[in-house]
């Protein structure tokens, strides 16, 4: 009888484990679908600007379909450079597909988790009903975050106006694809291993204190799945005597896509039927 009850338990046990398996295996998901608002600024007023840092160059980022973003998607930085799927939720005026954008500043609106352009706004509505949505001024959305495409063009890694030759080296990443966040990244001298963490010190900016002398290579940790992957350019990247501002091209570009958890997940396709 103790022997049945042993066999017994471990097969409660192996469905329990079974169950719960499924279930998380259920709720694995990369394209979660949230609610919200949207409400959109003039056209000039943040794409040259903003938290993340990326000043002019904010406005090569998918020709200008750039964000604000709430604190919960800007997360102190690390949600810089992340791309969404953006669509008001009204069948008379919206479009199924909505408007694509990057994250590449800070709103503190607490009505909206996205505040976009005004050009950027008026194509959530077809053509004929764009006027109309503008007059809204602020509407209902969903969005889903989706990877990063970036065709023809490398992580880029930007010297940062707050570096200081040599004592103190900040940095950018710029053009990240993949649907990732950048949660390390490491630095050493050419031709050596040991490796120095840099800190995240705002926006899309990286940084530290006596960065080693002579050409650098770099290395980035960054979100796959559930669990993280080291991104290592192909290039030397950092000359010895690098310099505020100077642009250097990485030689790869992430392709991994981040997991999150919930339900339910949406794995279609937003686009308009013709």
């Given at each position: 009888?103790?022997?049945?009850?042993?066999?017994?338990?471990?097969?409660?046990?192996?469905?329990?484990?079974?169950?719960?398996?499924?279930?998380?295996?259920a709720l694995c998901c990369d394209r979660c679908v949230h609610k919200s608002k949207v409400a959109y600024f003039e056209q000039s007023k943040a794409i040259n600007?903003?938290?993340?840092?990326?000043?002019?160059?904010?406005?090569?980022?998918?020709?200008?379909?750039?964000?604000?973003?709430?604190?919960?998607?800007?997360?102190?930085?690390?949600?810089?450079?992340?791309?969404?799927?953006?669509?008001?939720?009204?069948?008379?005026?919206?479009?199924?597909?909505?408007?694509?954008?990057?994250?590449?500043?800070?709103?503190?609106?607490?009505?909206?988790d996205f505040v976009i352009p005004a050009r950027t706004f008026s194509s959530l509505a077809s053509p004929s009903k764009s006027a109309d949505l503008v007059k809204?001024?602020?509407?209902?959305?969903?969005?889903?975050?989706?990877?990063?495409?970036?065709?023809?063009?490398?992580?880029?890694?930007?010297?940062?106006?707050?570096?200081?030759?040599?004592?103190?080296?900040?940095?950018?990443?710029?053009?990240?694809?993949?649907?990732?966040?950048?949660?390390?990244?490491?630095?050493?001298?050419?031709?050596?291993?040991?490796?120095?963490?840099?800190?995240?010190?705002?926006?899309?900016?990286?940084?530290?204190?006596?960065?080693?002398?002579?050409?650098?290579?770099?290395?980035?940790?960054?979100?796959?799945?559930?669990?993280?992957?080291?991104?290592?350019?192909?290039?030397?990247?950092?000359?010895?005597?690098?310099?505020?501002?100077?642009?250097?091209?990485?030689?790869?570009?992430?392709?991994?896509?981040?997991?999150?958890?919930?339900?339910?997940?949406?794995?279609?396709?937003?686009?308009?039927v013709n």
């Amino acid at each position: 009888m103790e022997f049945f009850h042993l066999r017994a338990s471990k097969f409660w046990l192996a469905g329990w484990i079974m169950i719960a398996f499924m279930l998380s295996t259920a709720l694995c998901c990369d394209r979660c679908v949230h609610k919200s608002k949207v409400a959109y600024f003039e056209q000039s007023k943040a794409i040259n600007g903003g938290a993340c840092g990326y000043e002019s160059v904010a406005a090569t980022l998918n020709r200008g379909g750039v964000a604000m973003a709430s604190p919960k998607i800007y997360r102190d930085g690390v949600g810089c450079g992340a791309c969404y799927q953006i669509r008001c939720t009204d069948p008379a005026i919206c479009t199924k597909s909505g408007v694509k954008v990057v994250v590449t500043d800070l709103t503190q609106n607490n009505q909206t988790d996205f505040v976009i352009p005004a050009r950027t706004f008026s194509s959530l509505a077809s053509p004929s009903k764009s006027a109309d949505l503008v007059k809204r001024g602020l509407v209902d959305i969903e969005y889903k975050r989706i990877p990063c495409e970036y065709r023809r063009q490398n992580l880029t890694v930007k010297i940062d106006k707050s570096s200081n030759y040599p004592y103190f080296l900040a940095l950018q990443f710029l053009y990240q694809g993949g649907q990732t966040d950048i949660t390390g990244v490491e630095v050493a001298k050419i031709g050596t291993s040991n490796w120095n963490f840099m800190t995240h010190n705002h926006g899309a900016v990286w940084s530290m204190d006596k960065p080693p002398m002579g050409p650098l290579s770099l290395r980035l940790l960054v979100t796959s799945g559930y669990d993280g992957y080291w991104v290592w350019p192909k290039r030397n990247l950092l000359p010895e005597n690098w310099r505020v501002g100077a642009v250097y091209d990485s030689g790869v570009q992430i392709k991994e896509i981040a997991q999150e958890g919930c339900n339910p997940c949406d794995t279609g396709v937003w686009r308009d039927v013709n």
